[in-house]
């Protein structure tokens, strides 16, 4: 892994980024992190890695609020941070070919970064991906304390503290649900999901994909995957994957 640096944003926030850039005009893969998840993670590790190894362009993120960015994750959306992704990638990386990978979140935010950069974005790939979820992910009484304003705290399986879901991220990600029409992108897709995932039902993947207008989706259920598909093999699978959608772009 290379040193993080730090891009300033107009109103003085610096977001952390990795970057290896590769060889132009070859795309550039960008990591797109789960909710309370940051470019430390092992997916995440494995890409940039993988760029490393094999001279390919590789973006690494922190979205505001989270990991070694600045500023607070109770103000972070889908999006504010979809639009840190449109700025980093402008300044990091302007004009190159795109392939998002993105995890849970962010395969949500992948969606929304690919429909503003249709041109750009070339290829999409989904780990757990969890598009939709302020929808789908909380029930009746969990969104209407959310509507009134106040913060839902659930259990966190992966920490000690609860997890927060604060109401401007659960009205903003009602906003920008896309699950419910035609998701106009024509790339190639491919979309990994443990059918023991605990957290966003495997079913969540085969909407996705019939949402898509793509023709070119793939989609690969690993039946005793998780949610974090992080064990040695899935982040073999996962780097595979890349590679394979590096190679139709």
Not at 116 to 145: C, K, M, N, S
């Amino acid at each position: 892994m290379t040193m993080p640096q730090f891009h300033t944003l107009p109103d003085g926030r610096r977001l952390a980024y990795r970057h290896t850039p590769g060889t132009a005009p070859d795309p550039v893969l960008v990591f797109l992190p789960g909710y309370k998840s940051d470019m430390a993670g092992g997916k995440a590790v494995a890409l940039f890695d993988q760029a490393l190894a094999t001279g390919r362009g590789c973006l690494l993120l922190d979205y505001a609020g989270c990991g070694l960015s600045d500023g607070r994750f109770a103000d972070g959306t889908l999006s504010r941070w979809r639009d840190e992704v449109l700025a980093l990638v402008d300044a990091i990386c302007p004009g190159r070919p795109l392939l998002l990978a993105g995890s849970s979140m962010g395969g949500w935010l992948m969606l929304l970064v690919a429909l503003a950069r249709p041109h750009q974005v070339r290829g999409l790939l989904g780990i757990a991906a969890a598009p939709d979820f302020t929808e789908w992910g909380y029930d009746a009484a969990q969104q209407a304390l959310l509507a009134t304003g106040e913060v839902l705290y659930e259990d966190n399986p992966y920490g000690s503290e609860p997890t927060p879901t604060h109401p401007g991220f659960w009205r903003d990600g009602q906003a920008n649900r896309v699950l419910g029409a035609p998701i106009a992108f024509a790339g190639p897709v491919h979309l990994l999901h443990g059918q023991r995932d605990a957290d966003v039902p495997w079913e969540v993947a085969l909407r996705l994909a019939a949402a898509l207008r793509s023709d070119a989706v793939q989609v690969t259920l690993v039946k005793d995957g998780d949610h974090r598909l992080s064990r040695d093999p899935d982040l073999a699978l996962l780097l595979r994957t890349a590679e394979a959608l590096r190679a139709k772009l």
